[in-house]
C-alpha cells in the first residue's frame, strides 16, 4: 500500500530556533499533504493542507507566519515551526490520500522546545 | 460540516473478549468514515473505511464496522481482544466539497486488554 514518511521522527530544539519537518509520499504523487498537531492524551487536530505549487491553506487559529508549509514537489512537503517556544512542544503528523478517500499517515515527529 | 464522537475515552476489555468501540458521525452530505489505530509515540494505522458501499466494513486485525445511517452511528468491534489490540483508536469522518481529503476526528478511546 501507499507509505508516507516523515522525518524526523523525534527531535529537540532550543526556544527561539526553527525546526523543519519533511513529510514524503515513497509510491505516490500527492498534490495535496495535511498536517496535524496532536497534545498529549488528545486527539488530532488540522494544522493545515500542503497544496502542491500553491500556498497552504490554514486552519482557524494556526499561526501561517509560525507554521511554514512549503509542498515543492509532488512528492515533498514540509512544515517548518519558526521561533520555537516551548508551547510548540507536541506530536505533529502529516497525511496524504492517494485518490480521493484515503489518507495515509507518517510516523509522526515528537517535537520537544527546549 | 462533519463531526464524530467517541463514546468512552477508555475502555477495559480482557483478553478474548469482545471490543467494542462506539463512534457517532454528523454530517450534512453522506460521509465517509474510517477507523484508526495508533500505538504510543507513532502515526495513525487505517484499521477500516467506509465509502457509501457495503455497510459492514471489514478490516484489518480481525476488526469489522458496520455503518448504520438511522442510528449515525459506526460501531467498530473485534470478536476476540489480543494483547496486542491494547492501544489508542480514533474515529474519523472525511470532509467534503472543499474539505475533501480533510478528516474531522474523535477524541480518541484509549484501549486496554487484561490478561
Known amino acids: 500500500g501507499a507509505v508516507v514518511s516523515q522525518h524526523p521522527s523525534r527531535v529537540i530544539c532550543k526556544s527561539g530556533t526553527s525546526v523543519k519537518i519533511e513529510c514524503r509520499s515513497l509510491?505516490?504523487?500527492?498534490?495535496?499533504m495535511f498536517w496535524y498537531r496532536q497534545f498529549p492524551k488528545q486527539s488530532l487536530m488540522l494544522m493545515a493542507t500542503s497544496n502542491e505549487g500553491s500556498k497552504a491553506t490554514y486552519e482557524q487559529g494556526v499561526e501561517k507566519d509560525k507554521f511554514l508549509i512549503n509542498h515543492a514537489s509532488l512528492t515533498l512537503s514540509t512544515l517548518t515551526v519558526t521561533s520555537a517556544h516551548p508551547e510548540d512542544s507536541s506530536f505533529y503528523i502529516c497525511?496524504?490520500?492517494?485518490?480521493?478517500?484515503?489518507?495515509?499517515f507518517g510516523q509522526g515527529t515528537r517535537l520537544t522546545v527546549v | 460540516a462533519q463531526s464524530v464522537t467517541q463514546l468512552g475515552s477508555h475502555v477495559s476489555v480482557s483478553e478474548g473478549a469482545l471490543v467494542l468501540l462506539r463512534c457517532n458521525y454528523s454530517?450534512?452530505?453522506?460521509?465517509?468514515l474510517f477507523w484508526y489505530v495508533q500505538y504510543p509515540n507513532q502515526g495513525l494505522q487505517l484499521l477500516l473505511k467506509y465509502t457509501s458501499a457495503a455497510t459492514l466494513v471489514k478490516g484489518i486485525n480481525g476488526f469489522e464496522a458496520e455503518f448504520k445511517k438511522s442510528e449515525t452511528s459506526f460501531h467498530l468491534t473485534k470478536p476476540s481482544a489480543h494483547m496486542s489490540d491494547a492501544a489508542e483508536y480514533f474515529c474519523a469522518v472525511s470532509g467534503s466539497g472543499d474539505s475533501w481529503g480533510k478528516l474531522q476526528f474523535g477524541a480518541g478511546t484509549q484501549v486496554v486488554v487484561t490478561p
Open positions: 497525511s496524504a490520500g492517494q485518490g480521493a478517500v484515503l489518507a495515509f
Open positions: 509510491d505516490f504523487q500527492a498534490t495535496t
Open positions: 454530517s450534512s452530505v453522506p460521509p465517509y
